[in-house]
């Protein structure tokens, strides 16, 4: 139940024609305290209850836990959520042995976009490939948490 991953930021759109698969991600906070984390999430027709606790010192690895949940039960809960959707599409492109995470901001954070790996420990090697740019892991702007609160199009 440990999330081990590294976030990147995208240096030009070509991870798109490299993608095998893309969803659409609406996603709310329920909480957004960096302690505790309770996120709620709609990826095409699945949903899901995120809980994450707080990062350890390198920014890479922390506590989650997953629970898929109906729809509409996503939806309602959405209504609670605290200010601040994000509205994103999700790439997948696999590199070597490894899956990114690539994805597309819209609205309040139009033109960022950013990729996350996960490992399987924090020392792991991994290939990168030529679109991947500067590394954002420890920069807590960058979590979805502090952007729907503080959205990029205002840094």
Request: charged fraction near 35%; include cysteine.
């Amino acid at each position: 139940m440990i999330e081990i991953e590294r976030k990147f930021l995208v240096t030009s759109n070509a991870y798109k024609k490299a993608a095998f698969s893309q969803k659409r991600i609406i996603q709310g906070y329920l909480s957004s305290n960096p302690e505790r984390t309770v996120r709620v999430r709609i990826k095409e027709n699945k949903a899901y209850l995120t809980v994450k606790g707080p990062s350890d010192a390198t920014g890479m690895s922390r506590f989650e836990w997953e629970k898929e949940i109906t729809v509409e039960e996503a939806e309602n809960l959405l209504l609670l959520c605290e200010k601040g959707v994000i509205d994103k599409t999700r790439f997948e492109v696999k590199t070597g042995s490894h899956i990114y995470e690539v994805d597309e901001f819209y609205g309040e954070n139009e033109g960022l976009e950013m990729a996350e790996i996960e490992l399987q420990s924090e020392t792991e090697i991994f290939e990168k490939p030529d679109w991947l740019g500067e590394e954002v892991t420890n920069d807590k702007r960058y979590y979805n948490s502090y952007l729907s609160k503080n959205p990029f199009k205002n840094w």
